[in-house]
Nanobody, 123 residues
């Protein structure tokens, strides 16, 4: 099983980025999928998770109204659309497969996670 994130990079404040996470050897239709991030020197932060019924749960109030998650089961790919980006959104973003309840706290014991993609918000 492999999860590969892409789409990160340098973006100006107020800009938008869409991250993709392609799953190999994993049928995402049967897994809850989510995103979390980690900034230098900070703890991991759960962002959002979509369960197998397609219900999204946000775990980070600061991104509500700015970030949305979607999934394409036919492509085994999930996306994180990030709008109105702020410098404090700078972090490595990871996608993962696992129960949505695991996107809080230490964010550990997820079934699978990707290698992460860097998003830097700076002018």
């Amino acid at each position: 099983v492999k999860l590969v994130e892409s789409g990160g990079g340098l973006v100006q404040p107020g800009g938008s980025v869409r991250l993709s996470c392609a799953a190999s050897m994993l049928d995402i239709e049967y897994y809850s999928m989510g995103w979390f991030r980690q900034a230098p020197g900070k703890e991991r932060e759960g962002i959002i998770c979509i369960n197998t019924r397609g219900i999204s749960t946000y775990y980070l109030d600061s991104v509500k109204g700015r970030f949305t998650m979607s999934r394409d089961a036919a492509k085994d790919t999930v996306y994180l659309q990030m709008n109105d980006l702020k410098p404090e959104d700078t972090a490595v973003y990871y996608c993962a497969a696992g129960p949505c309840r695991l996107y809080t706290g230490s964010i550990s014991n997820l079934d699978y996670r990707g290698q992460g993609t860097q998003v830097t918000v700076s002018s």
